[in-house]
């Protein structure tokens, strides 16, 4: 094992390299295209902007090949592009900074988003925006590159804020609905909240260090005073529970489920809610200077864990049962990454599994709703297993993954992670570990409810397995749930030590003492679960309860009201408030002022007639004063 | 002798307008506006091409011996971003205002009135004289306060009789300023008007600070500043978008101009002095405006909210004293009039429309003009200062800048920027989405924009694209003149903390 404790300065880019931009340029200019166009484009749309993706994934797979090939000090390039603004002693520059970590997340964004785009295809067949759809969907992938390829915190935020320009558009496209566009406005505010900590961190960097460079970043980040080291961290740490969904900014990503659902796939599960991650993995530097800050994300990231879980036991809507699911998973990965050296290629490996096994269930709820009529209540369904036999096969194995059956592929990655967390504390460890099991309830239950059990279909509904235009892309997004696990979990630790500064230690394929525990715990979850909803019949409505656990849990533990109590009511009132000082108070005074001239002005009137001209007349009587008293002076 | 470039330029628009004012058709009188204001664009865009190229263009001829006042132009780099901003929006307005409303005034008016404020405005930014600019200052008020009374809305006398009174109460304190410089300057044996002759004259202790205090004021008042801002709301709620766009987007620019040429650049000391109260009026700005623009139910009112807001930032990155902070204001000033445009065109454009700025008048219009939507969208998320678009860099480097001297202050304001996502995507939400409505079936169906429209949107998007994702050309040309005076106040920036980072 090598160990990589300075991290290589970036090599320029050459051949292949020179070309990375257009990964980002193709899918951006195709969005700026397909909505200029307009109805012009409506025919072929979806296939311009399907085959833009591709030419980016086509690009990231030959870069990444390219890496391999080279020698592990000279993976990581820089292809800078053009200065941005430069203003006293700062320089901006467009550049991008292709390493061992942002390459992964290249082809997680663009393969992922590629398999998306080709199911969209079909999913948004009947719906007249289509090609609007389609723009906005390649808009999120140039934003996302760009945040991810960025080589500065100025530009990553760029992409950053460009990602939550495409959720807002994506969530509230459908927007005639008051609730989506509802939604939107929420998940774009909140965001903006976590976009506070990025303006500050970014502030403070450039006080610090007068860059907003990684490299310059990283190299100041160990003689930095330790107060403003832990701002920074506790800054980041808020701009990634921002776009990360992580406890107390929660609130936005269930409401974003009332976007299409493959956005709820690709954006609001496999790849811009884990940018909050890779923030905290490529600021590892600064994180690792700052202790405190380190212990901040672990709290929030075993928060939102067992909060996400916790979600996910009692909600009936399929959606929002994985969008917990997806709170509670990206809190693992905060969890690695706030461990430190220990868990950052943890972190990314469970990052890009989740991507695989996530995205694979949530476009198997999306083909279950085109099945049936698009009903999202899992109440409705029951026994879908014998019609839609590819979907659930496909769902079973993203199913078995984050459960993490032995050999799937989230086996592999929460398992490391659970482990590093029980290294690191205990009592973490434990949450960690409670989590898991959590997961297997509440993952089973969904299943349960709704592939087994006995029909209860609404009148009118026939459920049918969709086209292959949308199977195909699951049953692919399958086979890397089963198999993406054990493939990365020998190679991933030393493959990104260069770039994160992680410690690779060995790994084998037979469970330790806590693998053994996780088993058990999963174990546990799953017959708790099966004894719960396996044996009876579920009520078509959900049934009227005062257990506390499940009433928070239906109603999200209550985040919307304490934001609507803290933040939202006193916002209200004051925006009324200075509304009414301004028309009452402030205005009552100036009109007294202005009674005052208006008398002086009927003066006028005495002399002028009408208004303006004597205000005119005004003015020109004090230009004569000027006069006046210059020329006196002068004589003085 | 060489071409005088700017007495030229600004006296273009001044003779068009006058001309407009002989009896003619009306078609010829929109051709002729349009003309004039798009040749003044050329010569402008000309006047920018010398300056780049290193050519002086100063005009300096004497004007009254008897108080060294001086018919004395020049341009810096901000005087220029404000001069082209004004030469590229006014026949963005005419266009706009193509069919100025009925009932009212002539177009003909109109395009005359817009034109002499154009001429006007163009010698405020260029006048490098303290009672020249004085006299231009005070002459806008004129063809504003007609623009307002000839073609407003219901309101228009009492709006144009704030602006007025608010404006001339600002003037009168300034001109007592005036007279004192002269008087201060003329002792110290400088009997000049001329900035740079100025310049040299020592304003200290507590009459420099007065004095400072009398042009402070007026600045405060137009661009507008809690607790003077309330004119601004009732202008723009009762005035033309067109007239709307020249006060806020142009005429407010006067007061952060004037705080930067000549509260820092007559008065450095005394401006040190009042930093640390215009920082903390600044944030109040800041906040007071958004929230005003959240609990506005009229569209107008909302939008100049919002200025009030941005403002705030511009005159928090001047007293902030640091290069990018300062570069961000005057950046800033620049791409607040296209965004500031952006936002009162196209909410006139919808207004034309349903004859209504009430927010709730509107609901669904994205389903019938979607067109319209996105223009408004897009508009909006400039005024939120979204990235790759050219506000986020001006407001990123005031923040950026200020931060190095005054982070608890800049951590305070930009609790802004989050309000800013409220106030406009709120805004956004109530109008464009939701179910159609009745009333926005029959008014909006089948009228998206037209051609006319979309040619006045264009531009303005287009310039704020172009300087959101290549800035620097802009930034370049504005931060000279925030070095010049941040190297004359005497400051310097703070360095980077942690040594040999960088």
């Not at chain 1, 992922?112 to 080709?118: E, K, R, T």
């Not at chain 2, 000309?46 to 005009?59: N, R």
């Not at chain 2, 142009?250 to 101009?257: M, N, P």
């Not at chain 2, 159609?436 to 303005?460: H, N, Q, S, W, Y």
Request: aromatic share 12%; charged share 10%.
């Amino acid at each position: 094992m090598i160990l990589l404790e300075t991290i290589a300065e970036p090599v320029a880019a050459t051949g292949m390299f020179t070309w990375a931009w257009t990964m980002i340029a193709v899918p951006a200019i195709v969005a700026g295209l397909l909505l200029l166009a307009g109805k012009l484009s409506d025919a072929w749309g979806h296939l311009v902007a399907t085959a833009a993706v591709f030419w980016s994934f086509a690009i990231a797979v030959c870069l990444f090949a390219e890496q391999l090939l080279a020698p592990a000090t000279e993976r990581a390039v820089a292809a800078p592009a053009y200065t941005w603004f430069s203003v006293g002693e700062w320089t901006f520059q467009v550049g991008l900074l292709v390493d061992q970590l942002s390459i992964l997340f290249a082809m997680l964004i663009t393969g992922v988003g590629g398999l998306i785009h080709v199911y969209s295809i079909g999913y948004m067949s009947h719906d007249p925006r289509r090609r609007r759809f389609f723009a906005y969907l390649n808009l999120f992938i140039a934003a996302m590159l760009l945040l991810v390829l960025a080589d500065n915190y100025l530009i990553l935020f760029v992409g950053w804020e460009g990602v939550g320009l495409a959720s807002y558009l994506l969530i509230s496209f459908w927007q005639h609905k008051p609730s989506a566009a509802a939604a939107g406005t929420k998940a774009f505010v909140m965001n903006r909240v976590g976009d506070l900590g990025m303006l500050m961190a970014i502030s403070t960097m450039l006080a610090m260090f007068g860059s907003s460079k990684f490299t310059e970043v990283n190299a100041g980040a160990a003689s930095t005073e330790p107060m403003w080291a832990t701002l920074i961290g506790l800054f980041l740490l808020l701009g990634a529970c921002g776009k990360s969904a992580q406890v107390p900014l929660q609130a936005w990503l269930l409401d974003a489920m009332e976007g299409p659902t493959p956005v709820s796939a690709l954006i609001h599960a496999a790849t811009m809610v884990t940018a909050g991650v890779y923030l905290v993995v490529r600021s590892h530097a600064l994180f690792e200077a700052a202790p405190t800050a380190q212990m901040a994300v672990i709290i929030v990231a075993t928060v939102t864990l067992l909060a996400g879980a916790w979600i996910g036991t009692s909600q009936d809507d399929i959606k929002k049962v994985l969008a917990g699911s997806t709170m509670s998973q990206i809190g693992y990965m905060m969890l690695a990454a706030g461990i430190g050296p220990a868990g950052y290629a943890f972190a990314i490996f469970h990052l890009l599994t989740h991507g695989f096994f996530k995205a694979n269930m949530f476009l198997g709820a999306g083909s279950v709703m085109h099945g049936m009529n698009d009903d999202v209540d899992m109440r409705h369904y029951g026994a879908l297993s014998k019609v839609m036999k590819v979907t659930f096969l496909t769902f079973a194995m993203g199913y078995l993954a984050i459960i993490g059956f032995p050999f799937f592929s989230g086996y592999f990655s929460k398992d490391h992670i659970i482990e590093a967390a029980f290294a690191d504390n205990t009592f973490i460890g434990v949450c960690a570990l409670i989590g898991a099991g959590i997961t297997a309830f509440y993952m089973t239950r969904l299943m349960l409810m709704t592939f087994f059990g006995e029909k209860r279909w609404q009148p009118g509904v026939h459920p049918h397995e969709s086209p292959k235009v949308m199977t195909i892309p699951l049953i692919i997004l399958a086979i890397l749930s089963v198999g993406a696990g054990i493939v990365l979990n020998f190679w991933i630790q030393e493959w990104l030590a260069p770039a994160v500064g992680n410690h690779p230690h060995e790994l084998s394929l037979v469970p330790t003492p806590v693998g053994w525990m996780t088993m058990a715990v999963v174990a546990l979850g799953v017959v708790a679960a099966w004894l719960v909803f396996g044996r009876s019949s579920i009520p078509v409505t959900a049934p009227a309860t005062n257990n506390p656990i499940t009433l928070a849990g239906r109603n999200v533990l209550f985040g919307d009201q304490v934001n609507d109590f803290l933040f939202v009511s006193p916002t209200t009132a004051l925006a009324t408030g200075i509304d009414t000082t301004d028309a009452r108070g402030i205005d009552r005074m100036v009109d007294g002022g202005a009674q005052a001239f208006g008398g002086l002005s009927t003066q006028m009137r005495r002399l002028q007639t009408g208004y303006a001209r004597s205000y005119a007349l005004t003015m020109v009587f004090g230009a004569l004063v000027v006069g006046a008293v210059l020329i006196l002076t002068q004589l003085g | 002798m060489t071409f005088p470039w700017l007495t030229f330029l600004g006296l273009l628009p001044l003779v068009g307008g006058v001309l407009l004012f002989l009896p003619m058709g009306r078609g010829a009188a929109r051709t002729l506006g349009l003309v004039f204001s798009g040749v003044t664009l050329a010569v402008a865009i000309a006047v920018t091409a010398l300056h780049v190229g290193g050519a002086d263009l100063a005009v300096q001829v004497p004007w009254i011996r008897a108080f060294g006042a001086w018919w004395a132009l020049d341009v810096d780099g901000m005087g220029l971003a404000m001069v082209l901003m004004t030469a590229v929006l006014t026949p963005i307005v005419l266009l706009a205002e193509w069919e100025p409303p009925a009932m009212r005034w002539s177009a003909q008016a109109f395009f005359a009135l817009v034109l002499i404020l154009e001429g006007l405005s163009l010698f405020v930014f260029m006048a490098n004289d303290v009672l020249l600019f004085y006299l231009f200052f005070e002459a806008t008020l004129i063809p504003t306060y007609f623009l307002i009374v000839g073609f407003g809305g219901v309101r228009r006398s009492y709006a144009a009789v704030k602006f007025l009174l608010f404006s001339l109460a600002g003037g009168l304190i300034m001109l007592a300023s005036v007279v004192g410089v002269y008087v201060v300057g003329a002792a110290q044996g400088v009997p000049s008007y001329l900035v740079s002759d100025l310049a040299a004259v020592r304003f200290d202790g507590d009459l420099g600070r007065w004095l400072m205090l009398g042009f402070l004021i007026a600045f405060v008042v137009k661009a507008p500043m809690v607790p003077l801002h309330t004119w601004l709301p009732d202008a723009a709620e009762h005035s033309t978008p067109g007239t709307a766009t020249l006060l806020v987007g142009v005429l407010d620019k006067i007061g952060t101009f004037g705080m930067i040429k000549l509260c820092l650049g007559l008065f450095p000391e005394a401006s040190l002095w009042i930093t640390p109260f215009m920082v903390w009026f600044a944030v109040i700005s800041i906040i007071w405006g958004a929230l005003g623009a959240i609990g506005s139910r009229n569209l107008m009112r909302l939008v100049a909210y919002t200025s009030v807001s941005h403002f705030g930032f511009m005159v928090l990155g001047i007293y902030a004293f640091t290069t990018a902070s300062m570069t961000g204001s005057i950046f800033y000033m620049l791409n607040h009039g296209f965004s500031t445009a952006a936002m009162f065109l196209v909410v006139g454009f919808m207004a034309k429309r349903t004859g209504s700025y009430d927010i709730a008048a509107y609901g669904g219009v994205q389903k019938v003009a979607p067109v319209l939507a996105g223009v408004l969208l897009v508009s909006g998320l400039a005024t939120l200062s979204l990235p790759g678009l050219a506000p986020f860099v001006s407001e990123f480097m005031v923040i950026a800048g200020t931060w190095t001297r005054y982070p608890v202050v800049t951590a305070v304001s930009i609790i802004g920027v989050v309000l800013a996502a409220v106030y406009i995507l709120r805004m956004y939400q109530r109008t464009m989405t939701g179910p159609v409505t009745d009333e926005t079936a029959a008014r909006f169906t089948g009228r998206d924009l037209t051609g006319i429209e979309k040619a006045v949107m264009v531009p303005i998007i287009g310039v704020l694209l172009v300087l959101g994702f290549y800035p620097q050309p802009a930034v370049q040309l504005v931060e000279p003149t925030a070095k010049a005076t941040l190297a004359y106040v005497g400051t310097t920036d703070p360095a980077p903390v942690v040594k040999g980072a960088k």
